[in-house]
């Protein structure tokens, strides 16, 4: 498997580092109480059969934080976005 | 109903040039409605059914398999059995296992090939010693056996480690010796043939497409072979546990994960433990037929592909040399990869799920193989009983939101761990 890194180009995998889902999204801090959507956020995944969304950190590159989506059975690539990216389109 | 095995039926088919043999099992369909559904035909799910018609009042039990048997993990581990766990929520459930396992062979009626062989965790380093002095200290207190081998009794017992290595200096290893190895496929077939000798339908080549509720219970599964109405309905499909669920609506605290298992050339006989690497991730037995078995860590991201990338192979072998370096003499013939269900917390789950009617096991990380006799016994109490057996009442799928997670390694929600 091998990533398009927006910055650095076609690079191999050992080169980055997984994050995991990158949908799940940080709710803001509610007090000392536990919330429901604190344990969604840190502990329960869509993990679907297909496309998937995921951060990866080209730790041997630009440092760069990447959003990718790949295909969980074919592992094929449709997409390699910044994370800075994503999170601006986030915000707009 | 097919015959016991015993040696007079071994003697009777060799005189008669094995014209006799009878398949093990009954190549079933869906026939009227079921008062138990297992989705999932691996060492779980037959186990389940087993102990189902086994240990509980008469019922109707099918196990619908989207393959074949044996497909899926319990025909790609690395067989090994242990029950060398710290916490009270996995010590005793483990040991309920071994213990299964230990008279496995003689309930089912089959020849498992359980191997006793004596599971060593090497240690590398003072801070590591501490640590499996203390997990020895608790399976003892648990009443498992356990003990500590210091540098003279190790070498005397495996003299062709690496002791020379500066960089991972062995110091000695936490030694089980009622741990060890089972033919894999033989579990899923033994407990195949038990379960259908009890009268429950197997049926193969059937994918579970649905799951059907009315009222916010489960009344039965849509398949590929049409649909099988089931009082109740028990999901044993670990690596597809996340896909099984979302049919009912239940999202779990699970990644899906693909693991590389190896095997060399056959050698003659050089190990004859399972043996594990402290300072990486490896570990190591011998077959019976001479193939040196051996994995490592996860692939480290999201996936549903059978098999595996080339990094992880360079890092398990790594780890291999770093032990053992003559394992760089031996040619690696095959490699393959399983799905595993990597929750969050590195333990399973073994509860009822927030639909009626509707059971779930899943969640087995890496450590699926050698729990699937109590992971059965265990999930058949909790169907039949609407209650959880008393060695797995830890497994809670609540446990996550409420902070009673059963996490050995220490280290918080992440989905890699044992």
Redesign the interface.
């Known amino acids: 498997?091998r990533i398009v890194c927006p910055h650095c180009g076609e690079r191999?995998?050992?080169e980055f580092l997984?994050h995991?889902?990158a949908t799940v999204t940080r709710p803001r801090d509610g007090g000392a109480e536990?919330t429901?959507e604190w344990?969604?956020y840190?502990?329960?995944?869509?993990?679907?059969?297909g496309a998937?969304r995921?951060l990866w950190y080209h730790n041997a590159g630009c440092h760069a934080w990447l959003v990718v989506t790949r295909n969980?059975?074919?592992?094929e690539i449709t997409a390699v976005e910044t994370a800075h990216d994503v999170a601006l389109g986030r915000l707009s | 109903m097919v015959d016991k095995y015993s040696v007079f039926s071994v003697l009777r088919e060799a005189l008669r040039g094995h014209t006799g043999w009878r398949p093990a099992w009954r190549d079933a369909s869906p026939v009227g409605a079921y008062d138990v559904i297992i989705v999932g035909g691996g060492g779980h799910g037959l186990a389940t059914a087993y102990y189902l018609a086994k240990n509980h009042q008469r019922m109707r039990i099918a196990v619908v398999e989207k393959g074949w048997l044996g497909n899926g993990s319990i025909g790609r581990n690395t067989t090994i059995i242990r029950s060398n766990y710290l916490l009270p929520g996995n010590a005793p459930f483990y040991e309920f296992s071994m213990k299964l396992w230990e008279g496995l062979e003689q309930d089912i009626n089959y020849n498992a090939m359980v191997s006793q062989r004596g599971v060593l965790n090497i240690i590398h380093s003072d801070a590591q010693r501490d640590a499996y002095a203390r997990r020895g200290n608790s399976m003892r207190l648990h009443g498992i056996d356990a003990e500590l081998l210091d540098l003279a009794a190790l070498r005397a017992k495996v003299p062709y480690l690496d002791y020379e290595n500066a960089r991972f200096p062995i110091q000695g290893a936490l030694l089980q010796r009622r741990g060890g190895t089972v033919r894999h496929d033989a579990v899923a077939w033994g407990y195949a043939r038990a379960a259908d000798r009890l009268g429950v339908d197997i049926i193969q080549n059937c994918e579970v497409t649905g799951i059907k509720t009315e009222n916010g219970k489960a009344i039965g599964v849509e398949t590929t072979r049409g649909y099988i109405p089931g009082k109740k309905i028990g999901l044993a499909c670990a690596g597809n546990s996340s896909r099984v669920a979302a049919m009912a609506g239940i999202s779990l605290p699970i990644e899906s994960h693909a693991l590389q298992a190896f095997v060399s050339e056959s050698i003659k006989p050089l190990i004859d433990n399972v043996i594990t690497f402290g300072a990486g991730h490896f570990y190591i037995s011998q077959s019976d037929k001479g193939g040196l078995v051996f994995g490592g860590d996860i692939d480290g991201y999201n996936s549903y592909a059978s098999r595996g990338n080339l990094p992880t192979i360079e890092d398990v072998c790594e780890g291999g040399m770093a032990l053992m370096p003559m394992l760089g003499r031996a040619r690696l013939v095959r490699h393959w990869g399983g799905i595993m269900d990597m929750t969050m917390d590195g333990s399973p789950i073994i509860d009822k799920s927030p639909v009626e009617n509707l059971y779930l096991n899943a969640g087995w990380c890496y450590g699926g193989f050698k729990a699937t006799p109590a992971s059965g016994w265990c999930f058949a109490h909790l169907i039949a009983r609407d209650e959880p057996h008393e060695v797995a009442t830890a497994y809670r799928l609540d446990r996550f939101a409420k902070g009673y997670v059963i996490d050995e390694k220490g280290v918080g929600a992440s989905p890699n761990l044992h």
């Open positions: 498997m191999g995998l050992q997984y995991g889902d536990p429901p344990t969604d840190v502990y329960l995944r869509d993990n679907p059969n998937h995921e969980l059975r074919t592992h």
